[in-house]
């Protein structure tokens, strides 16, 4: 997503990531991938249980590890030392203003993130 900030920003959107690491690894996040978006931080899991995130071993030891492991690497990703909840899986939400929830991606396993046009059909055009 990194690469579409100008693409989200285009269409009346602004990218924020959340994670459940310390804020000093927060900014060193948005520091390494040169990150011109919010990067706030959930150590208690709040907002990922609301958001019905998933949460388990099996889940983050999927058979597809290897793969998006590779994926990432290929696009310039490598993991480091694990920060925050290394069991809490991510995903992916679009809401508007107010609340109204134009898309929702809850993955799947270790890795497991939407395709990027998915995301930006949800903003509509620009």
Known sequence: MRDKI?????RG??????????QYFANAFREDFELDCPVLIDPELLA??????RRGRLEALS?????????????GSRQTSVQGDPWQLGGVFVIRP???????????EAGDHPPVE?????????
Do not use: C, M, T
């Open 98 to 108: 107010g609340g109204e929830l134009l898309y929702s991606y809850l993955s799947r």
């Open 13 to 22: 959107a602004e990218l924020v990531i959340v994670g459940s690491g310390s």
């Open 48 to 53: 990922f249980r609301a958001a019905g995130l």
């Open 63 to 75: 058979p597809k590890l290897a793969f998006n492991a590779v994926r990432a690497l290929r696009s």
């Open 118 to 126: 998915a995301i930006l059909d949800s903003l509509g055009d620009a």
């Open 6 to 10: 100008q693409d989200i920003r285009d």
